[in-house]
């Protein structure tokens, strides 16, 4: 019996493990289970929490930068439109500020003309008068030499005979003390 009871205690044992495990086994593996799965939890709460915060703040600050970026770009393109528009000004306004200039100094240029021309007239006319009162202050020297000869030809004559070939010689000896230069004056 001793063989039967044995196979009956072992048929019995065998009954007692699960899959022919061992009880303290399958304690020491569900601990263990148990043990995995709030590390694993503890594991998540520390390190995998903070971990995908960090890569979402990562990612809305990659974002964030972006949406920077593409507004910054639009802002340049914006700017460089501007600038553009500014350029095409400036070369307006300075075609404008050289046309202004050349119309005055094309103006200028008139007055000055203008100016010259007339101190050129002043001048002539002043010249013109000039001329005419030397004529006139000639004129009238050459009227007081006519009167001078005149009169010591008069006086000659008179003092002398009035015979003909005396006053022919009067005249000829008059001319020749004034000379010739007086005459050509």
Known sequence: MSGVTNVLLNGNALGDYIFGL??????????????????????????????????????????????????????AIQFKAEYDAK??????????????????AMKKEGEIVAEAKEEANRILDRANHEVELEKNKVKDDVKQEIISVATVMAGKIVASSLDEGKQSQLIADTLEEMGDETWLS
Do not use: H, W
Request: charged share 30%.
């Open 22 to 75: 061992d009880p303290q086994l399958l304690i020491d593996s569900a601990i263990t289970i148990l043990a995995m799965f709030v590390l694993v939890l503890f594991l998540t709460y520390l390190l995998f929490v903070p971990a995908r915060q960090l890569l979402e703040k990562r990612q809305a600050g990659i974002r964030e930068q972006m949406e920077t970026a593409a507004s910054e770009k639009q802002d």
């Open 87 to 104: 350029l095409k000004n400036v070369d307006k306004e300075a075609d404008e500020i050289l046309s202004e200039a050349r119309k005055k």
